[in-house]
């Protein structure tokens, strides 16, 4: 590829991220999802899961999992080879983080957290907290496009193993507890 269409490459891949995340804020939006957390702190981080903070800030613990994403998705387009281009593949990995920011903030998949897993204070995300896991998601593929095979299986292994010994969560149990909630489980999360 020659310089100039590397360039136009890039800058393609980049308006259209925009427009993927300025569209994502529209759907947030009308949906109901605040701006930002209705306390009005402008601490940008909140660690507490169990709070009226959790997904409200800029980052909190699970910001983890959508790094997370970021590799999971990744390595699932790499394996099917589709789409061919790294930018191709980022922009398929955006728009999957962004479809599934919209619905983790739906009506029906906020009342199916509160029902089956721990987070039964859970009343949706803001939209600051969703881009900023969009942005996380993007780190993710950025470490799956430089990291061997094997590093980024590490790297996924030690941040559950991490989320877990911190907050009793991580993304694999955050799937299970969702689409297959057992009680053990939720009763151990609870506990901490």
Do not use: K
């Not at 702190?41 to 910001?63: E, G, K, R, T």
């Not at 859970?122 to 600051?128: F, L, N, Q, V």
């Amino acid at each position: 590829m020659s310089n100039g269409t590397t360039h136009a490459v890039r800058s393609r891949t980049v308006w259209s991220a925009l427009a993927m995340l300025l569209a994502t804020v529209v759907a947030l939006r009308l949906l109901g999802r605040v701006f930002w957390c209705d306390c009005g702190s402008l601490v940008p981080w909140s660690w507490d899961v169990n709070s009226q903070h959790n997904s409200q800030h800029l980052i909190d613990a699970y910001f983890f999992t959508h790094v997370l994403h970021g590799l999971v998705f990744y390595a699932l387009l790499f394996a099917v080879r589709w789409p061919r281009t790294v930018e191709s593949r980022f922009l398929a990995v955006l728009f999957l983080e962004s479809v599934w920011e919209v619905l983790e903030n739906s009506p029906p998949i906020i009342e199916r957290y509160r029902a089956v897993t721990v987070s039964l204070g859970y009343y949706g995300d803001s939209i600051a907290n969703s881009i900023v896991d969009i942005l996380a998601c993007s780190l993710g593929v950025l470490i799956a496009c430089r990291a061997t095979v094997w590093q980024s299986v590490a790297f996924f292994a030690a941040t559950e193993l991490l989320l877990v010994a911190t907050i009793r969560d991580c993304l694999t149990l955050n799937v299970l507890m969702l689409a297959f909630p057992i009680d053990a489980i939720r009763q151990w999360q609870m506990a901490g």
